[in-house]
């Protein structure tokens, strides 16, 4: 059986004011002991996923800020990696990287240890904007950091991008799609901001120092999304994720189809085999576990059969070609039109959700309001 795996590098340059991500200002030293705490996890875990009969068939090494890592150590984290959970040259391989921790040496030696598509967050293409998030880097180094990425022979590049950023206005966000569009990325994710309570940009918001964008606005600049990624030959496969044909991210595709996954690192997920867990999130508490031979697992949850229904339903819904309802009836012997039916009517009756022949699906109204649909299952 076939399993994505997770791989957490919980530092950064900086906390942006919208983070609140489990991630640590980055020291090299740090690192180190971090590395070698994350080495022993990976250690249990590849004997672990052999004995069950598991294959890892995707990789994702996200954050944090993986490239704030010297190239000496990701080195290290790669080659361990593999190691331990011996990819193959088909094995998806994606590096989050943040622009400002990149350059050619090191996007070079990362291609060659076997990552193969780069995830950049760029998130703006304003200084203004940029500096209300606090991010790092400017866009002129987003950009280099594109080319370097270009010329270090990558073929598979996402670009993340924010709307909805206090004070955008509705030209800001065509400009970066129309910038971003222009580098010819593969893939695009382009989320509206989640003001997470406690964050400094929330904080901004709630004491008036910040507007924030109106419903309204937010809705027309992700109108204008689709609109302008699909005119361009962008396949727009979920809710906030675009792609050309071919370039779909197989990792999260495995979320949304409710796949089994591992996480490694403080605060990672995993779920397999009927059950869910997460790790410790506080680094230091991470590493001595890890190094005292224990695992560092936070919390244990065994689901039953009716989580997994609900799980499946929920991120299933979220790609536009929505649930498979054959897959669906496979996993789970039963027909998801009788497991929810007066839900799905209902939906179906509000013009959110649509069913075909084969699939469960939101429509494009139920595209933008999906919480609504969404809490109808839980
Ligand atoms: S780069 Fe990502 S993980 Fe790091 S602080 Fe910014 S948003 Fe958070």
Request: charged residues 20%; aromatic residues 12%; glycine residues 8%.
């Amino acid at each position: 059986m076939q399993i994505g795996l997770y791989i957490h590098v919980p530092f950064c340059l900086n906390k942006c004011r919208y983070c609140d991500f489990v991630s640590y200002n980055y020291n090299p030293d740090d690192a180190r002991v971090y590395l070698e705490a994350l080495e022993r996890e990976m250690m249990y875990y590849s004997a672990y996923l052999a004995n069950l009969g598991f294959k890892v068939n995707t990789v994702f090494i996200g954050g944090g800020t993986p490239t704030v890592l010297e190239t000496g150590l990701l080195a290290k984290l790669l080659i361990s990696a593999r190691s331990y959970f011996c990819w193959s040259e088909e094995t998806e391989v994606t590096m989050e990287a943040n622009p400002g921790t990149i350059n050619k040496h090191k996007l070079r030696t990362i291609r060659e240890l076997g990552v193969n598509r780069l995830s950049i967050g760029i998130q703006a293409c304003q200084e203004k904007l940029l500096q209300t998030l606090g991010r790092v880097h400017d866009y002129q180094l987003a950009l280099e950091g594109i080319y370097a990425a270009r010329e270090a022979g990558f073929k598979n590049l996402n670009v993340d991008l924010i709307f909805g950023i206090p004070g955008q206005s509705l030209n800001q966000w065509r400009e970066s799609l129309y910038k971003i569009e222009n580098l010819q990325p593969e893939h695009l994710a382009c989320y509206s901001l989640q003001l997470e309570e406690g964050t400094p940009l929330w904080v901004a918001v709630e004491s008036g120092e910040l507007d924030p964008v109106s419903e309204e606005m937010e809705l027309e600049m992700y109108n204008e999304v689709i609109n302008f990624l699909t005119a361009r030959g962008y396949q727009h496969y979920e809710i906030s994720n675009f792609a050309k044909p071919g370039f779909r991210c197989r990792h999260n595709l495995g979320y949304w189809h409710n796949y089994y996954y591992l996480g490694l690192g403080p605060a990672a997920h995993s779920h397999m085999n009927m059950e869910r867990w997460y790790n410790i999130k506080d680094i230091k508490k991470y590493a001595v576990q890890t190094m005292k031979g224990s695992l560092p697992v936070a919390e244990r949850h065994t689901l039953t059969k009716r989580d997994v229904m609900v799980e499946t339903i929920l991120m299933g819904l979220r790609l536009t070609s929505g649930l498979d309802l054959a897959g669906f009836y496979k996993r789970f012997g039963q027909k998801v039109t009788d497991v929810w039916p007066r839900e799905i009517n209902k939906l179906i009756n509000r013009g959110l959700l649509e069913l075909t022949s084969t699939n469960l699906k939101l429509t494009e109204k139920g595209l933008r309001l999906g919480n609504q649909a969404f809490v109808e299952f839980v």
